[in-house]
Structure formats: C-alpha cells, structure tokens
C-alpha cells in the first residue's frame, strides 16, 4: 500500500524556497554594494539570516525525504549522496 503524499503543509514548496534563495541572493548583492545605511544593513542582515534558515529547515526536510525513500526502515542508516568530482 502507497503512502499518501505529503500535504503542502508538511513539505515546503520548491516555488517557495526558490523564492526565498532568489531573495537572499538579492540581499546579499544589495548590501555587497555598499550603499546601504548601517540601518538598511541591519535590516536586510537580518531577513537574510531569516531567509537563510528557512532555506536550510527546507534542504534538511528534503534529505530527510530523500533518505525515507531510499530505506524507510532506517533513513538514519541511509548512506549520504557522494558527489562527483
């Protein structure tokens, strides 16, 4: 019997986590630019370390997914992806 699919609650969307990768990279290059006052520095500082973590919680639902589908018994006993070189 197949599990159901996850409820768009339980598992970010990848629209939104684009979204928010789009954003934090806009931020980043915003304040690389040096124009912005210490306030407006402050500010996108702190939506970016938002942004940053959002983007982290989603990454880490979707390796613990990833490792649920390759062995549902033990995702803890998953081996890790190995990149290429």
């Not at 019997?1 to 990768?21: K, R």
């Not at 520095?41 to 390796?63: M, P, T, V, W």
Request: one cysteine or more.
């Amino acid at each position: 019997m197949a599990n159901p699919a996850p409820t768009p609650a339980e598992t970010p969307s990848v629209a939104d986590f684009e979204h928010s990768l789009d954003e934090l990279e806009q931020l980043v290059e915003r304040m690389e630019g040096g124009e912005l006052s210490l306030d407006e520095s402050l500010a996108s500082f702190e939506r970016g370390i938002g942004l940053y973590r959002h983007c982290q919680q989603a990454l880490d639902k979707a390796e613990l997914r990833v490792r649920l589908l390759l062995d549902p018994d033990a995702p803890d006993d998953a081996e890790p992806f190995e990149s290429e070189p």
